[in-house]
């Protein structure tokens, strides 16, 4: 989890945009749950604003992890 309470995640699609965001728990969750289930599209609210996600075009997506790292 990030330091505000979100998690960074990556939403890659088909054709190769990779949109990132940052996830309450809540959210993390009910994506999973929609990518297993297909439903189409699912809607997430950012502080950005709503992503509408049309599943079947999502190729990946990457949860980060809680370790941090430091690098150069």
């Not at 998690?7 to 994506?31: C, H, M, N, Y």
Request: charged content about 25%.
């Amino acid at each position: 989890l990030m330091a505000s309470g979100k998690t960074a995640v990556e939403i890659g699609f088909d054709g190769g945009q990779v949109i990132p965001a940052r996830l309450d728990d809540g959210q993390v969750k009910s994506l999973k749950k929609a990518l297993g289930s297909g439903e189409s599209p699912h809607e997430i609210e950012t502080d950005e604003g709503v992503l509408l996600i049309d599943l079947g075009k999502v190729i990946f997506v990457r949860i980060s992890s809680d370790a941090k790292t430091v690098g150069f």
